[in-house]
């Protein structure tokens, strides 16, 4: 019963069309400008205003940029090509190693 609607909700390819990516940002628009016009609306002073609207517009942006970063860096250290920079692991323990 609920496959029909689970197949319209899918986000691959066919289904993640123009309408669906208009309908995102509006609806990320409409949170933003309800989030400053909340922050304006309280009794901070200027720049604690103008701290929180930076938090709340590149706060987002700046979590999307940790993830590429560290999505360029594992894919970089799996790389067949930087094996020869990756030190090779000792057979030998960390015990032999210590001082009694």
Known sequence: MLD???QKLDLS??????????????LY????????????????????????????????FLGILCYLFACIYLMLRTHPSFERFTRPKRKGSSAATSVS
């Open 4 to 6: 029909p609607i689970l």
């Open 13 to 26: 390819g066919p289904n993640l069309g123009k309408q669906a990516l208009t309908l995102c940002i509006i």
């Open 29 to 60: 628009v409409i949170v933003v400008v309800c989030t400053i016009s909340s922050i304006a609306g309280q009794g901070f002073k200027s720049r604690t205003k103008l701290l929180w609207t930076a938090t709340v517009v590149f706060v987002p």
